[in-house]
């Protein structure tokens, strides 16, 4: 196992969009367990390959209490099961620092594929509806502060870039 580096805003391979997996082989097994052991270590409650810069369409996920209870998600797809929005505040191994409250659908249904490469579905919702949005959103190339005012999402950059410059 690993421990890989995180991605922070606003680096640009943070806009990428994931591609598929093809096949849930040895190489994509090692990816998630690698992933498991950097979101346990940072420590976090949600990964999505493309903050370790691997732009392919896999998601870790652990809200446990004791950090026993791993779920993975390859090839996600959600669909909202109403209009109900939940608030929550948001934080992100990316943006380091920094919580907003976001607005999500509250109910979701994921299908996905799993460390077997099974396909399997099931209705989500509280802390692990809000992750999986927030980790797919990663997917796709976005980040929560996507949905902040330009305002408040400048600030977080120049604060973020001031820091990253002091680091290295
Ligand atoms: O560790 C994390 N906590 C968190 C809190 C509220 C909403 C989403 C998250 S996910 C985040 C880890 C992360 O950045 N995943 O992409
Ligand atoms: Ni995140």
């Not at 809200?63 to 109403?82: C, G, H, M, T, Y």
């Not at 600030?155 to 973020?160: E, T, Y």
């Amino acid at each position: 196992m690993a421990i890989l580096s995180i991605l922070e805003f606003p680096d640009p391979r943070l806009r990428t969009v994931a591609v598929p997996v093809t096949e849930v082989d040895a190489r994509v097994r090692r990816l998630t367990d690698d992933m498991l052991e950097t979101m346990y270590d940072a420590p976090g409650i949600g990964l999505a390959a493309t903050q370790v810069d691997v732009h392919e369409r896999v998601i870790v996920i652990d809200i446990s209490e004791n950090k026993d209870q791993p779920k993975i998600f390859i090839n996600p797809v959600i669909e909202a099961l109403d209009e109900t929005l939940g608030e929550y505040d948001e934080g992100c191994l990316s943006v380091p620092g920094f919580f907003e409250t976001i607005r999500r659908p509250e109910r979701i249904r994921v299908t996905a594929i799993n460390r077997d490469g099974e396909v399997f579905s099931n209705e989500l919702d509280g802390l692990l509806a809000i992750c999986l949005q927030h980790e797919i959103d990663h997917l796709e190339g976005k980040l929560f502060v996507d949905y902040l005012s330009p305002l408040k999402r400048q600030r977080i950059r120049g604060k973020l870039e001031k820091a990253q410059r002091q680091r290295d």
